[in-house]
Nanobody
């Protein structure tokens, strides 16, 4: 059974830090691009950061310089280090694993975790 399990969310003050973790099971982790998305109720789910199989990261403009995505293939885990958090970072953060870059939207696999809530107080 394929699973993505997120952890590390919580409540922190503005300017603080959190590290999210996403551990995968039941899949060949090193074959997937891993990503973090976030969603505020009533809004669309937006890409925060992604890291390819080869370890190349990319970030949404809103988090560049504050967030870092890292993967550890030996642990089947991807991390999102979030620094200098702001109230606008408040959202449910979802882990994503996909093979879209290799197989496209029709044949690629797209997997989601259940999300972890991050709340930043001002």
């Amino acid at each position: 059974q394929v699973q993505l399990v997120e952890s590390g969310g919580g409540l922190v003050q503005s300017g603080g830090s959190l590290r999210l973790s996403c551990t995968a099971s039941g899949m060949l982790f090193d074959m997937y691009t891993m990503a973090w998305y976030r969603q505020v109720p009533g809004q669309q789910r937006d890409l925060v950061a992604a890291i390819t199989k080869d370890g190349s990261p990319n970030y949404a403009d809103s988090v560049k310089g504050r967030f870092t995505i890292v993967r550890d293939d030996s642990k089947n885990t991807v991390y999102l280090q979030m620094n200098r958090l702001q109230p606008e970072d408040t959202a449910v953060y979802y882990c994503n694993a996909n093979t879209m870059s290799d197989y496209g939207p029709t044949y690629g696999i797209n997997l989601w975790g259940n999300g972890t809530l991050v709340t930043i107080s001002s």
